[in-house]
């Protein structure tokens, strides 16, 4: 069976990234909210728990206290930063709410030999955050490592295999974040790396199969990597049962609609049609200015188009999305402070509507999982690492009115900021980049002409959530590179900007 870690979440922003590295580590990891009852978690039965930091004072009204009887399973615990103050809380040891929150770099002594510190730095560089200072650690329990702010910054008892720190080693910043996981995973639960892509896909497999029977499937492929691994994994299980359906809806990147079908198509083999619904949208955009008008709009079009294809293929009872693992925990963790802010969600309610049930085939996975994955299923290196593209595509790039004529303009320079950004071999440096369409004209001069015309920007952030994220510093050779090629290359642009802002206080697309 399957070695798994149970990470409860008690509302820290970190929380879904310490799953992702205990997987780095080939060990199967999942989360549930931090008031799991202990018959469930016994019923999981996993090989350790890890507790996760979170944004309150144990004593705070709202605070999220778990069961003290998890402390008493025999099963090894990790407790992380809130989850320290709440074992020392719920464990007889002392805590007193501070006055501020502490925040930051620290710096933490090792100062008793621990299985936890094993093979680290003595004096180490910790990412630390606690509302509470411990006072005293519990009965039984022996302090193992101390900072100047925090003089209780770690603990354990050996004998409950229960291990807590002060301090965040699922960040990078703590510079020996990894060393404690492994030691923790490996040493004191006596983990197996066994969690492996292959098995999942095997097994994803033979379940698609029995779920589906002699029945049809359907699935919406929008190009990007999401829906294309879950249906190509579908397509893997059922073949021709399943039929993949492409919209164009006439604001996707220049080439995107027949690069799509030729790379599942004809490249991978997956049964597609492709329909072209270019007019149907831009009927519905014309004259329409507003985003989020645009934004819904663009989603029942889509409905309408993908419902009129689907009901054309007989027997269909299941329709593929291509949810991931951090949707699925955005939906049971609990709404602290720092919890994630909501994902874009484009087709809600398109499976009720049409009376389907749904396959989710990596709902189980995290991103760079599933990029993982379409490698293993046959997708290019260069498609897998794509930056993530909207639903309502170059919709919310036009500021201001939607046309064909329009979508031309953007996808022109769009192609060009992109084919720049790759020849600098700076695209997995950023994490988006994309042109912007302004609603705006100014004046220039080409030649001895004057021209009057549209106003581009380009905008390139950097950022691992998608929730916070800082204007990337673009060289300047790649800059004026891009913008000389988008007034000479694009009609009807003569003026270039760039976007300095970071979010927050701007978002990332300026709709
Ligand atoms: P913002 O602009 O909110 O974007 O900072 C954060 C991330 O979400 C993407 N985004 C969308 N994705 N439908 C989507 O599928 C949408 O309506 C939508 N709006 C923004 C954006 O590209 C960025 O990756």
Redesign the pocket.
Known sequence: MTQTVLVLDFGSQYTQLIARRIREHRVYSFVHPFDLALDKIRELAPTAIVLSGGPQSVYAEAAPHCSREIFDLGIPILGICYSMQLAAFLLGGRVEAAAEREYGRAEVDVIRDSPLFRNTPAHQRVWASHGDNILAAPPGFEVTASSPSAPIAAFENRERACYCIQFHPEVTHTEAGTQILKNFLFDIAKCQPSWDLGDYRRRKVEEIRAQVGDRHVIAAVSGGVDSSVAALLVAEAIGDQLTAIFVDNGVLRKHEAMQVVSRLSEGLGMHIVAVDARERFYEKLAGIEDPEVK?KRIGNEFIAVFEEEAKRIPNVEFLVQGTLYPDVIESVSIKGPSSIIK??H?VGGLPEKMGLKLIEPVRELFKDEVRRLGLELGLEEEFVWRH?????GLA?RILGEVNAARVEILQNADEIVIDEIRKADLYRETS?AFAVLLPVRSVGVMGDERTYENVLAIRAVTTTD?MT?DWFRMPHDVLDRMARRIVNEVRGVNRVVYDISS?PPS???WE
């Open positions: 934004r994902t874009h484009n993530p593209f909207p639903g309502p919310v988006q998608f994220a979010k978002t990332i697309e």
